[in-house]
């Protein structure tokens, strides 16, 4: 298996103050760690708009797949428009913290992102500890939070 040496691309001005200001609105409404993971985000769109295009004359048949996959994950798509209609926030949006925090098991969408560095999300049973995880429409509902067992003090015998 090949791996890929990079999953994004920087953006080409360094210091562009529309495009930081942006950037960093993203990074707190969804929570994120840095930059590169709206980079990373924005090279996964930019990875579906080129398959789209490239598919364009194909017969129906070979796009459906690329419908289906899309819808599975949850971004509505029926044609090749509604795919170059896609940005960095509809797939955002589908990312386990943000899931977990638009379902009230967390606060913020920092604390969500928390909960599942630290496995404390299970998805249909299994800890899931990667915030970057697409959450399947089908796995939508089967997300819950780990419950915590209550700690028993331990009582020494005392011999009588």
């Given at each position: 298996?090949?791996?890929?040496?990079?999953?994004?691309?920087?953006?080409?001005?360094?210091?562009?103050?529309?495009?930081?200001?942006?950037?960093?609105?993203?990074?707190?409404?969804?929570g994120l760690k840095n930059k590169k993971e709206v980079w990373k985000s924005q090279a996964k769109v930019d990875y579906f708009r080129r398959r789209a295009k490239a598919l364009a004359r194909s017969p129906i048949e070979e796009q459906k797949v690329l419908f289906d996959k899309l819808n599975a994950i949850g971004l509505n798509t029926n044609n090749i428009t509604d795919i170059l209609a896609l940005n960095v926030e509809s797939l955002l949006n589908r990312r386990l913290p943000t899931i977990v925090s638009k379902k009230g098991f967390a606060k913020t969408p920092q604390q969500a992102r928390q909960l599942v560095v630290h496995k404390k999300v299970l998805v249909d049973g299994k800890a899931v500890d990667s915030p970057s995880y697409l959450v399947k429409v089908s796995e939508e509902s089967l997300i819950t939070i780990k419950q915590s067992k209550p700690k028993v003090a331990k009582v020494e015998a005392v011999g009588e």
């Open positions: 298996m090949i791996r890929k040496s990079k999953l994004y691309v920087r953006p080409k001005k360094a210091y562009e103050k529309a495009r930081i200001l942006e950037e960093n609105k993203i990074l707190e409404r969804y």
